[in-house]
Every structure is written in C-alpha cells, then in structure tokens.
C-alpha cells in the first residue's frame, strides 16, 4: 500500500466536513480548477492553500496534513487536559468532604456559643 499523501488528507478533511469540489474551494477562497487539480492529485498544494486549510479547520494539526503525523504538542495537551480532569474531580470531591465536615461541625455547636461567634463577626 502508498503512503498517503498531503492529496490524500486534504481528501479526507474535504469529505469529512462533507464539502464538494466547490464549496471547499469556497471556504477556502481559492479556484474551483485549483481546488480540483489538488484533489485529483494533478498539483500539490501551495504554501497559501496549506495555510487557508489550516486556518478555515480548527480541528486539522498542521503537522498531520503536512507529514501525515500527529504533533507532540496535541498529544501532550490530550495528556495535560487529562491530569486536570482528575485533580478537578478530586477538588470536587475534597470541597464535598469539607462542605460535609462543616456541617457536621456546626450541628454540634452549641447555640449559645453559636450566638456569640455571630455577635463577634
């Protein structure tokens, strides 16, 4: 099997957001003739075309459609995004424990002395 080509990405990104010939060359700002010529694989695209499909999909890691490898940088974010997803549970989780705590605390104190931590605040 060939390797796959930036034609063969760009392809993928044209059918995944399930544009035709002609609106992906629309969204891009560039001719009908010079998207197809990259589609069929007739061209390769330019330096421009590159930078407009980056930058009209969010989702397309540059370094994907150029090489055809996913950045480091994206698979150390997914990592990161990861580690803060578990501590926020576990804050969440710590702030229910003390919520808990303090209520407990307060049911046991005393109303007299209740009262006088409210006099003094």
Request: glycine share 4%.
């Given at each position: 099997?060939a390797?796959?080509?930036?034609?063969?990405r760009i392809?993928?990104i044209?059918t995944?957001?399930g544009?035709?010939v002609?609106?992906?060359?629309k969204?891009?700002?560039?001719?009908?003739?010079?998207?197809?010529?990259?589609?069929?694989?007739?061209?390769?695209?330019?330096y421009?075309?590159?930078v407009?499909?980056?930058?009209?999909?969010?989702?397309?890691d540059?370094?994907w459609?150029?090489m055809?490898?996913?950045?480091?940088?994206?698979?150390e974010?997914?990592?990161?995004?990861s580690?803060?997803?578990?501590?926020?549970?576990?804050?969440?989780s710590?702030?229910?424990t003390?919520?808990?705590?303090?209520?407990?605390?307060?049911?046991?104190?005393?109303?007299e002395?209740?009262?006088k931590v409210?006099?003094?605040?």
């Amino acid at each position: 099997m060939a390797e796959e080509t930036i034609t063969d990405r760009i392809v993928k990104i044209m059918t995944k957001e399930g544009h035709t010939v002609s609106t992906f060359a629309k969204k891009l700002g560039i001719s009908w003739s010079s998207a197809k010529n990259i589609i069929s694989g007739r061209n390769a695209p330019n330096y421009e075309t590159i930078v407009k499909i980056i930058e009209c999909f969010d989702s397309i890691d540059a370094n994907w459609l150029v090489m055809g490898e996913k950045s480091i940088k994206k698979t150390e974010e997914g990592k990161l995004y990861s580690i803060i997803s578990a501590q926020q549970k576990t804050i969440e989780s710590q702030l229910k424990t003390i919520d808990r705590l303090t209520a407990k605390l307060v049911e046991n104190i005393p109303e007299e002395s209740g009262k006088k931590v409210e006099d003094a605040v």
